[in-house]
T-cell receptor
């Protein structure tokens, strides 16, 4: 079965330090990859996506993500975390082949940036 | 970027009543919208796919008679929770697919439903 894994329920990082939120996937072919962020009691906001090309994609709020095809990973990164980055982060994958091309969601990772 | 508006943000209702939630795409036309449900500290659960001008496609286990979805125009989809019960209390989020190659989703702000 196709799946997306976010192995960490929670990530804690000090303000100013780099952060990484991990995502791996098991999907056939070359899927589209996405990161979304959710602040408390709010809807999700689109951060960035990977379609093709450069493995490092840049997105909103200084975030970037690195696509690694051999490891089937798409980790979210930021060089210097802010307290305001504290939120819930979701990785999602959309298959390009097959009959079912719905988004497949990870379970989310709660990021806490400590002052 | 594409903007999706969802209303109401908060709603409290009595058990047995019906509640309607609206989802509008403000600056683009959305032939497909999605309704999600999110429990506290849990991931998103896709409830149904709303298609403009046709019947919604419900995910397995979602009662279509309880969660009525109407997508009458290219900019509006509604979710009606009929005969609501306390177990229907949840955070409901709508989204619309953008008109790009990857088809990323743009989300409304969500609606917190509390059924007393």
């Amino acid at each position: 079965a196709q799946s997306v894994a976010q192995p960490e329920d929670q990530v804690n990082v000090a303000e100013g330090n780099p952060l990484t939120v991990k995502c791996t996937y098991s999907v056939s072919g070359n899927p589209y990859l996405f990161w979304y962020v959710q602040y408390p009691n709010r809807g999700l906001q689109f951060l960035l996506k990977y379609i093709t090309g450069d493995n490092l994609v840049k997105g909103s709020y200084g975030f970037e993500a690195e696509f690694n095809k051999s490891q089937t990973s798409f980790h979210l990164k930021k060089p210097s975390a802010l307290v305001s980055d504290s939120a819930l982060y979701f990785c999602a994958v959309r298959p390009q082949i097959g009959n079912n091309r719905k988004l497949i969601w990870g379970l989310g990772t709660s990021l806490a940036v400590n002052p | 970027g594409a903007v999706v508006s969802q209303h109401p943000s908060w709603v409290i209702c009595k058990s047995g009543t019906s509640v309607k939630i609206e989802c509008r795409s403000l600056d683009f036309q959305a032939t497909t919208m999605f309704w999600y449900r999110q429990f506290p500290k849990q991931s998103l659960m896709l409830m149904a796919t709303s298609n403009e001008g046709s019947k919604a496609t419900y995910e397995q286990g979602v009662e279509k008679d309880k969660f009525l979805i109407n997508h009458a125009s290219l900019t509006l989809s509604t979710l009606t929770v009929t005969s609501a019960h306390p177990e229907d209390s949840s955070f409901y989020i709508c989204s619309a697919r953008g008109d790009t190659l990857a088809g990323e989703l743009f989300f409304g702000e969500g609606s917190r439903l509390t059924v007393l």
